[in-house]
């Protein structure tokens, strides 16, 4: 729609462009000249609709108010944008959000705004700011965004490189999406990163120190190849609220972060290490994927669940499990210290110890179809009933509970390493197939 206004004199005439037919201009004031030498004002209101607000008039003046007063001492061509407008950092060492001449144009980014920090510049924010759209970084180009302020992102965000830093926040909205590139010079240090909305990481390592990924609930965290949280100090921590995705193959690590899990973490494809935190939702672990306890302290609520057809590993650390654990693949305990006190349940899968210490303390049915002890301890208060075969070639058992070997199951005994029962009884019912040394 172009819309053109001239004075009766034919001495100034103003055009509108790149207007919607939705959207409305009004016109007031005195525009008739009755000589050139005479100054007239103009002042023009736009007015957008709910699908597309009005943003901004550019062209010979640039203004974000709806309404601007103009002084017609020559043509002007003005243009309302009712799209984003993209605000570009252009000081190229750092400088204040708040100050207009750090960004082209010269103004201060609004929430219908787009945003690019795009230069190895620190940007200081400190106070509260809500934009359209936000990208920190360009290719291997690693700005760093701080200060104490919320960056509050209404629609689309991109995490190309760089650094988010300080006591602030950066939150996506609900109905937002943020993407996170994979590139190893991603840093989120002291800040808090609070999705509400869709966020998609690419994977590769994001260092963390000392801050904090809060997945809200109702939104999706998803990683769409093989990540790291690599540790960089301070407190890191990943709390989820809502979805934790794992989409591919391979390993996603949190290496020296802890991951708190209060709602849903689904593990579609691959692995999943963590290195201490907390259950107190739902962890899936469907058939052809893990969940490995490598390190440092994780304890899960009784109202808990970790479930699925998928392999159950501990491999170092310390794991007091209260709540629900069925994972119907092989549960593997090579190292560190797990104990079960809530309803753990193995049946007619594997469980292989073969280092540390696996304890069961809880409520649940411990019947896998093999068991194969080779080094570390089996203890625990429960009954563990061995359904087909277990080996038992190094290693101890202790605690209060049994270790049962019904009738028709083989007990396999090797030679050349010390065995030891402690307090522990061991069970083997009528006609059990007794082999010592057969291995």
């Known amino acids: 729609l172009r819309r053109t206004w001239a004075a009766r004199s034919g001495a100034w005439n103003c055009a509108l462009v790149n207007c919607t037919p939705w959207s409305v201009l009004k016109i007031s004031g005195r525009w008739a000249a009755k000589a050139r030498s005479k100054t007239e004002v103009v002042t023009l209101t736009a007015t957008g609709s709910d699908a597309f607000p009005f943003h901004a008039w550019t062209g010979d003046v640039f203004s974000q108010a709806n309404s601007i007063t103009l002084a017609m001492t020559n043509n002007k061509t003005l243009f309302a944008r ?123 390592t994001m260092g963390i120190n000392g801050g904090v990924i809060t997945n809200e609930p109702g939104a999706l965290f ?42 849903d973490t689904q593990i579609q494809d691959g692995n999943l290490r963590l ?59 090579s190292g560190g210290s ?25 409520t649940g049915t411990v019947s896998p179809s093999l068991l194969d002890l080779s080094s570390g301890s089996l203890g625990g208060s429960d009954v563990v009933t061995v359904g087909t075969v277990m080996n038992w070639t190094g290693g101890s058992m202790s605690g209060s509970g049994r270790t049962v070997i019904p009738a028709g199951v083989t007990l396999n005994i090797g030679s050349g390493s010390v065995l030891s029962i402690t307090s522990r009884t061991l069970v083997e019912q009528y006609a059990s197939d007794l082999v010592p040394n057969p291995l």
């Open 82 to 204: 009712f799209t984003p407008v993209t605000f570009q950092w252009t000081n190229t060492v750092s400088g204040d959000w708040n100050v207009a001449s750090n960004w082209t144009p010269n103004s201060v980014p609004g929430s219908n705004d787009s945003v690019l920090i795009a230069s190895s510049a620190i940007v200081t924010l400190n106070s509260n700011a809500d934009v359209a759209d936000f990208t920190l970084g360009y290719g291997s180009i690693a700005p760093v965004l701080t200060g104490t302020g919320v960056l509050t992102i209404r629609r689309t965000g991109a995490w190309v490189a760089g650094t988010m830093s300080g006591a602030g926040r950066t939150v996506v909205a609900p109905g937002a999406s943020f993407t996170i590139a994979s590139a190893s010079s991603i840093t989120l240090s002291g800040r808090t990163l609070d999705n509400g909305g869709v966020a998609l990481w690419s994977g590769g």
């Open 222 to 263: 998803q990683i769409q190849n093989p990540g790291t949280f690599a540790y960089g100090g301070g407190s890191p921590r990943v709390d989820n609220a809502g979805i934790v995705r794992l989409a591919g193959a391979g390993t996603t690590f949190f290496a020296g972060v802890n991951f708190n899990n209060y709602n």
């Open 275 to 333: 290195n201490g935190g907390l259950n107190n939702g739902t962890m899936e672990v469907p058939s052809g994927t893990s969940l490995n306890f490598s390190a440092g302290t994780f304890t899960s609520s009784g109202s808990s669940t970790i479930s699925g057809a998928g392999t159950f590993i501990v491999n170092n650390g310390s794991a007091t499990l209260a709540g629900t654990v069925n994972v119907s693949g092989s549960n593997v305990f």
């Open 338 to 362: 797990i104990d079960f006190t809530g309803n753990y349940i193995s049946t007619n899968n594997t469980l292989v110890i073969s280092g540390g210490t696996a304890s069961f303390d809880g």
